[in-house]
């Protein structure tokens, strides 16, 4: 029997180019692979999440998400449901990090050889508040750039859009540390951050170390909590970040959960996978291996390559109770 595929194509992601490439995409995956393939757009903010709720309960094989990771996103929070289809990225958007990091194609053709091939494993899922992540959930310093940088601008400039608001952004909020209270378990500790970054895999916002343990099949969120000081060297911090060489920083917190909460007086926006989430007390959580996705081939999952030497001796703050 033929697999059924839906493809959910955000004509709004990135560089626009969805409307030309999603009909090939569908030609090459019915002609030469021999699969019954529906193309559905999306109209604006939520709409994938419907038509995936949607389409996970027809039964489709196989689900493809194309656009960036806003639109990701909304696809795994309407497949959560129901995890009978296999999820495939097709990457469109201006960062994609979970697909970078998974080495997703973004050659059409190359694609389609990869939802033909179906080698699926199934991926952890994040819950920030009510809603799913698949890659991240962050507040503080530049999380809410993303947001800041118009669709004109991404069209035009691509990443580049993001840096530009980012260095204008920088020095603004550098001394805007927050308070919060973090809560694992029974243990509640109050802290001064700038940020805090709750990853699954190891890139987020572009940058391929950040959490540079983080494994998207083992159960856990790595926390990365960038408090502030005094003596802190911003830029020096920057760079090491940059270099995936920061974990062993004073200022730094790197620890894996499965649960905790963050509480604080302030009001702190939180950017769920690149999109505006809601604001903190919030309880975040995993659920493991909770949606079968397509990657290329099974070794990338196990794939060291990213972490330097000097990083295989450093000392891991592990603060959940497992
Ligand atoms: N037809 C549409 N027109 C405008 N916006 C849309 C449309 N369909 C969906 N959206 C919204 O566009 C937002 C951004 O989408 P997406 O993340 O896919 O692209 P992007 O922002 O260009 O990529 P990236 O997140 O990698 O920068 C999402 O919040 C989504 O809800």
Redesign the pocket.
């Known amino acids: 029997m033929k697999r059924r595929v839906k493809i959910i194509y955000?004509?709004?992601?990135?560089r626009k180019l969805l409307q030309k490439d999603i009909p090939k995409l569908k030609t090459i995956l019915s002609d030469e692979y021999h699969m019954m393939v529906d193309i559905e757009?999306?109209?604006?903010?939520?709409?994938?999440t419907e038509i995936a709720f949607r389409s996970s309960q027809e039964e489709y094989d196989i689900i493809i998400a194309a656009?960036?990771?806003?639109?990701?996103?909304?696809v795994v929070n309407g497949m959560i449901s129901n995890t009978k289809s296999s999820l495939a990225i097709y990457p469109?958007?201006?960062?994609?990090d979970f697909a970078t990091h998974l080495k997703i194609p973004r050659q059409l053709r190359k694609f389609a050889e990869m939802v033909y091939n179906e080698n699926t494993t199934k991926v952890d899922i994040g819950k920030a508040g009510d809603t799913y992540f698949l890659n991240v959930a962050a507040g503080g310093l530049l999380t809410d750039v993303?947001h800041k940088v118009s669709?004109d601008a991404?069209t035009v400039l691509g990443k580049f859009a993001?840096y530009l608001e980012g260095i204008k952004e920088f020095p603004k909020q550098l001394f805007r540390p927050i308070k919060i209270s973090i809560q694992i378990g029974n243990i509640k500790e109050e802290k001064e951050i700038l940020f805090f970054v709750l990853a699954n895999s190891k890139q987020v916002g572009g940058f391929k170390k950040i959490a540079s343990e983080a494994k998207i099949n083992d159960g856990l969120l790595d926390l990365i909590l960038v408090e502030t000081s005094h003596i802190l060297d911003a830029a020096s911090l920057f760079f090491l970040i940059i270099k995936g060489n920061h974990i062993n920083h004073p200022n730094i917190t790197y620890t894996q959960v499965k649960e905790f909460t963050i509480y604080s007086d302030g009001d702190l926006t939180i950017d769920i996978d690149?999109?505006l989430g809601g604001k903190l007390p919030m309880t975040f959580s995993i659920i493991k291996g909770a949606i079968p996705i397509i990657i290329p081939e099974k070794k990338i999952l196990n794939n060291d390559s990213y972490e330097s030497k000097d990083q295989k001796h450093f000392l891991l703050t592990r603060l959940d109770i497992r």
């Open positions: 955000n004509p709004d992601s990135g757009a999306t109209e604006g903010k939520h709409h994938a656009g960036g990771d806003g639109t990701v996103n909304e469109a958007g201006t960062i994609n993303a669709s991404k993001y690149g999109e």
